[in-house]
């Protein structure tokens, strides 16, 4: 059974169509990417997938469960890092982990090695007991992946996991990301501007346009699907979603990415 299969999903706000006519599937175990210019619709896909906007029309399965009439039993089989920041900076990073564990209902006998579990997963051991004002932004973006799979969920959605962080940082977000395919066999569904993250971290990868997947392929497949044996996936981004690169997004999106890069920064 594949983990998330859409069909024909789609969104419109007004006189604009955000998500028109998605389809697609991930495969259980899949890192899938999705590229494409601000404004492309992605956020708005992830959130009909994570339940927190409806569809205008079409649908979408997680793991069985449709997403507006099974939204609960969705919301059990999902996580979500959204693009700003989720965490609360006046709590310990311990203390995050225990909210969360108690909106998960994760039994109580079991909450203390869950949160132990995912500290060490992404490294935070020793810094359980800080505030998490005192994160860096590397720090923060892994305290909210173990937050996101401390229930241990089938899909993960990463919403530009690494935006706004340093090099080093990022590689750090990375691993962690493969360490929950490696060793938990998570599904990834992740979305990203930065084309090397794309290609060292999903098996595959689409590309979205004014709201429609133009392309869905392996990283190797896209390049191959431009005529360019050199072709970087960078050149893939252009071929297809090259048109809307000088838009930049909506006033709102640039403020939102700026926002958040600021305060992970």
Known sequence: MMILETEALTRRF???????????????????????????GKTTAIKMLTTLLPPT??????????????????????????QMISIDPSLTGHENLSIFAKLYEIPRAERESRINDALTLVGLTDAAGKLARQYSGGMIRRL????????????????EPTVGLDPIARQAVWEHIESLRTNFGTTIFLTTHYMEEAERLCSRVAIMHR?????????????????????????????YAGDTLESGGSYRETSRGRRTAKRLG
């Open 57 to 82: 029309s079409g649908t979408a399965h997680i793991a069985g469960f449709e997403i507006a009439r099974h939204a609960d039993n969705v919301r059990r089989m999902i996580g979500y890092v959204p």
């Open 144 to 159: 909210e992946i173990a937050q996101s799979t401390l229930h241990r969920p089938v899909l993960l959605f990463l919403d």
């Open 14 to 40: 007004g006189g604009l169509t955000a998500v028109d006519a998605m389809t697609m599937s991930l495969a259980p175990g899949e890192v899938f990417g999705l590229l494409g210019p601000n404004g492309a």
């Open 211 to 239: 709201g429609k997947i133009v392309k869905d392929d392996s990283p190797a497949g896209l390049k191959a699907s431009v005529g360019n044996d050199q072709a970087t996936l960078g050149d893939v981004f252009v071929h």
